[in-house]
């Protein structure tokens, strides 16, 4: 049973316009949510993160909304960079909890 | 050198073999981690180590033997695998467990 689902698997937008990628999540007990960037023959790279107490963060252009009655969480990219290309994986982990169950990814692609 | 690095980037075995994976952090960090990346798949948490004691072993066959001689290094020593153990084996280290974790490059592993 997956309890990050990332539904879409690709993505593809046109530079500087907004980039939208979303993540729902099954675990009620889940309490901070992550994203991590993945170039390929890299590790994923920790991008931006929220908990549960909040419902926005903003790093730069780089936004996470999180809905917790919908389960839901997005990562908004504007504008959107040739650079950002790359998969994105949304993560989460409950309280006091070490374990970071992630999704499948999904790969952006900006398109000059 | 900084961060977390791995070595080898790439390996190829036979199922009788016997290889490990190293990893080393250069943060320091408390918490060192394994997961398993498989096409398709999201990945998969394999070992936790904080202060060099196993605190999760996520169901893993024995064929896979971790590690952590220390809080900089940790090893995965592997023998007998499986054609289906081919993935992409990524080493991650956090200042301590539950907080923010950074990947290495992984280590990609194809078993013949």
């Known amino acids: 049973d997956q309890q990050v689902k990332q539904n879409s698997p690709s993505l593809s937008v046109q530079e500087g316009r907004i980039s939208i990628l979303n993540c729902d999540y099954t675990?009620?007990?889940?309490?901070?949510f992550l994203w991590y960037k993945k170039y390929p023959a890299e590790g994923p790279t920790f991008l931006i993160s929220?908990?549960?107490?909040?419902d926005k963060n903003e790093d730069g252009r780089f936004t996470v909304f999180l809905n917790k009655s919908a389960k839901h969480l997005s990562l908004h990219i504007v504008p959107s960079q040739p650079g950002d290309s790359a998969v994105y994986f949304c993560?989460?982990?409950?309280?006091?909890?070490?374990?970071?169950?992630f999704g499948t990814g999904t790969r952006l692609t900006i398109i000059p | 050198e900084t961060g977390v690095t791995q070595t080898p980037r790439h390996l190829v075995m036979g199922m009788t073999n016997k290889k490990s994976l190293k990893c080393e952090q250069h943060?320091?960090?408390?918490?060192m981690y394994w997961y398993k990346q498989s096409a398709k798949k999201p990945l998969e948490l394999m070992f936790v180590?904080?202060?060099?004691?196993?605190?999760e072993n996520n169901s893993v066959p024995s064929r896979f033997s971790p590690e952590c001689p220390n809080s900089s290094h940790l090893f995965l020593h592997l023998h007998t695998l499986q054609p289906e153990d081919s993935a992409l084996y990524l080493c991650?280290?956090?200042?301590?467990?539950?907080?923010?974790?950074?990947f290495g490059p992984g280590t990609r592993l194809l078993v013949l």
């Open positions: 943060l320091g960090h408390n918490a």
């Open positions: 180590y904080s202060l060099e004691e196993r605190v």
């Open positions: 993560a989460a982990s409950g309280v006091g909890n070490e374990k970071l169950t």
């Open positions: 991650a280290s956090s200042p301590e467990v539950t907080e923010t974790q950074y």
């Open positions: 929220i908990s549960s107490i909040k």
């Open positions: 675990n009620s007990m889940f309490d901070y």
